[in-house]
């Protein structure tokens, strides 16, 4: 199998801990010039992209600006920095868990998002640990959802993330999850859900579906106090909102959630009231670069369980 040619180190350094972009022009396209081809490419539109090229924001591999009338090249790697969006800062700490010369185990709030995406860039956990350990070469292991809470696991060595990664993808770290929401009596637990769960693009909530399963969680009741409960969710799979999903169609929603049972109006830029009540709560594996044994679990209580007066008031 023919082996794929890394691309060229990056000419730019991050900008508040976020890489730049990295464009490859693909063979086959009609552009005349690589000004063309971006224009057509972002929806920034020719006005922005004009600017930052007389700017000499847009370099080869080299570092070199990129021309209104350079040529296009098919396998080509132009970057530049994209303008960063007015984000509203997370309002809460980032703690490390644990660190070494290949990981980093951080206990994300509620809120952050993991990685670069979209609307969030700088205010993400990734960004933010980058800045705040003196490590550009950080990278994400694995995702949590922004509104979830908990651990999630970076590599330092870019070199090495690809071991790390596939332990996710080859379920060969244990996770648990917890979660609050209402208790339900006449629910029998534990048991193990099994469903087909398909998230559609540009559609927020996923949804299940007849088929063969894609998503296994098991689901345990820690303990309750009268109509609430604090449940062990550990799920087999990684499908998109899994957990969520598998906890509404049991008829208790985890408290917090605003897509299940029912989408409810997106939540304001700023607003941290009553965050989602589910945390990533324990991350065990063996170490596949060192062979160590680990098992993390975070120290933070869900409020709805701790304090729900307060959480459910604010």
Known sequence: MRRRTPPPPSPLPQRDGVDPVRVRLPIGDASATVRDHLVARFAAGAEVIDGLLEAGRIVDAAGRPVTRDMAYVPGMFVWFHRELPD????????????????????????F???????????????????????????????RLDRLTAGLVMFTVR??????????????????????????????????TVRSRIVKERGVLAAREIEGEPNAISRVELLEHR?????????????????????????????????????????????????????????????????GREHRFVSPRVLRAWSSYDEWAAE
């Open 226 to 290: 009268g109509e609430r409960a604090r449940y062990r969710l550990t799920p087999s799979t990684g499908q998109t909102h899994q957990l969520r999903v598998h906890m509404s169609a049991l008829g208790v929603p985890i408290l917090g959630d605003p897509l299940y049972p029912a989408v409810t109006d997106p939540i304001a830029s700023g607003d941290f009231r009553r965050p989602l009540q589910l945390l990533a709560r324990v991350l065990e594996f063996t170490d596949p670069v060192t």
């Open 112 to 142: 952050l998002a993991t990685t670069p995406r979209g609307s969030h860039v700088a205010e993400t956990a990734l960004a933010r640990l980058r800045r705040q350990l003196g490590t550009p070469t950080l990278g994400a292991a694995h």
């Open 87 to 110: 984000e509203e800062r997370v309002p809460f700490p980032i703690d490390v868990i644990y660190r070494d010369e290949h990981v980093v185990v951080a206990d994300k709030p509620h």
């Open 158 to 191: 870019p070199e090495e993330r690809g071991a790390y990664q596939s332990l996710f993808r080859d379920r060969r770290v244990a996770k648990e999850y917890e979660a609050v929401a209402p208790y339900d009596p006449a629910l029998a637990l534990p048991r």
